[in-house]
């Protein structure tokens, strides 16, 4: 993957430059200060949990680097997931997956896949697919809202 570097020498104030590189979604960003210069040390700040640790100069390598990408895509991919495995219920009717829907979170079900349902589904729930995961339970169920035979659940959710 490829990897970019910018060196921002900018006149201005620290927390602008921070404010402007969070805006585009730098993952993490390294930053040297005068004091970090006399320790030979730079400060490690990552966007997605606002943690900052402390590390020699001697570790900043491009391998080092990518290592870091790495570890916060792995952390944040591990944080979604674990957040949508909390607030998912899983639900066997169309009145619990409407109930569970007026509550937030994630709704998964068993759906048939049909853009008329759907659309009913997004009318009375303002909720619409998020995704039809590729790892499926296995076997058959009912459709929540037609009652029909169906392989495929869903997970429904509500956009902000």
């Not at 499926?136 to 029909?148: D, E, I």
Request: proline letters at 4%.
């Amino acid at each position: 993957a490829c990897q970019r570097v910018v060196l921002d020498m900018r006149e201005g104030r620290a927390v602008e430059k921070h404010y402007h590189w969070e805006q585009r979604g730098v993952p993490f960003r390294l930053e040297v200060g005068p004091r970090d210069v006399d320790k030979s040390a730079f400060v490690l700040k990552t966007r997605f949990d606002g943690s900052k640790t402390f590390h020699d100069k001697s570790c900043a390598s491009p391998d080092w680097l990518r290592e870091q990408a790495d570890l916060v895509q792995t952390r944040m991919l591990e944080r979604a997931r674990t957040f949508q495995e909390e607030n998912t219920i899983v639900v066997e009717s169309y009145d619990e997956m409407k109930a569970a829907l007026a509550k937030g979170g994630f709704v998964r079900c068993w759906f048939l896949e049909d853009p008329e349902v759907e659309a009913r589904i997004k009318e009375e729930t303002k909720a619409t697919v998020r995704v039809i995961p590729f790892e499926q339970p296995g076997g058959t169920g009912k459709c929540v809202v037609t009652g029909r035979e169906t392989s495929e659940q869903a997970i429904f959710a509500q956009a902000y």
